[in-house]
């Protein structure tokens, strides 16, 4: 295994098993709203704190960008963090969420882990090397029409024209699926195509951090993870589409149909 992924599962495990730990006291736990319904707890930032400490350890010249800390620069390797995704589920208690660490190097993903700690499940990516959980191969699935298909979505629940937008999207797919699913982590959602649980995923307005790590594991599983839009990268603009190769094209064409949709 490439050190820098053996390294980046050490970090992901420590920010994992510190989440784990304070489950009990969510009650008791100071939470700050970073905008609307956008919540930060000290959980998320210990997290964080635990995760750069452990990377910067192994390679002090890395750079990093992080969800709670931002970005500090570094050499042309870069740490993109995200300590918890899918937050508001942990504040309730909702048991979906994450650890979400990617490395890129000049800009391109090399390696990737999303770790779900309470399923103790660690999915991790390198670039030209293939997907893994817990160690084992993964693949996208063979799923090959939307009527079979079981697709991940997230609301963009801070904006509302990304609603009307989301709706019209929703609308165009739903009755031709075999079903929609809202988890409430785009790292885990990610993961999950990556591993064939879903067929395909999208959603618009994510950060790099929410999706840098589960759009190397669904590549490297053998699918497809680019800009909702445009087809290019959607670590630029946050909007997202996944899938196996068969559904990601069936959903952009669809998508495709709807009248005045488009970046916000
Ligand atoms: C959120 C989760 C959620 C997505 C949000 C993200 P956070 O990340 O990925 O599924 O719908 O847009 O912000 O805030 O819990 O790290
Ligand atoms: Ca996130
Ligand atoms: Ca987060």
């Known amino acids: 295994m490439h050190p820098m992924l053996n390294t980046a599962i050490k970090a992901a495990r420590r920010a994992g098993a510190l989440i784990v730990r304070a489950l009990p006291d969510i009650d008791r736990l100071q939470v700050e709203t970073k905008g609307r319904h956008d919540f930060v707890s000290e959980v998320d930032r210990r997290a964080e704190e635990l995760i ?37 589920n942990f504040l309730h208690g909702f048991p979906q969420f994450a650890v979400s660490l990617a490395l890129r190097r000049r800009g391109r993903l090399e390696q990737a882990v999303v770790f779900d700690p309470l399923r103790d499940e660690l999915f991790t990516a390198t670039r030209g090397e293939g997907a893994q959980l817990n160690d084992r191969r993964i693949r996208v699935s063979r799923v090959a029409d939307l ?115 488009g970046p916000i």
């Open 52 to 88: 750069i400490e452990t990377l910067k350890g192994a390679y002090p010249d890395h750079g990093i960008l992080a969800e709670e800390s931002g970005l500090a620069a570094g050499n042309e390797w870069e740490w993109v963090i995200d300590p918890l995704d899918g937050t508001t």
């Open 147 to 261: 009527d079979s298909a079981l697709l991940g979505t997230g609301f963009p629940f801070r904006q509302s024209d990304s609603v009307r937008q989301w709706v019209a999207l929703f609308e165009r797919v739903a009755q031709s699926t075999s079903g929609i699913r809202r988890a409430g982590s785009a790292a885990l959602d990610l993961a999950y195509v990556a591993c064939g649980r879903l067929d395909g995923f999208w959603e618009t307005g994510l950060k790099p951090w929410d999706i840098a790590g589960g759009s190397l594991l669904v590549r490297e599983a053998g699918g497809l993870a680019s800009d909702l839009f445009t087809e290019g990268d959607p670590l630029e603009s946050g909007n997202i589409l996944a899938g196996n190769p068969r559904v990601y094209r069936l959903l952009r064409t669809a998508f495709a149909e709807v009248p005045g949709v």
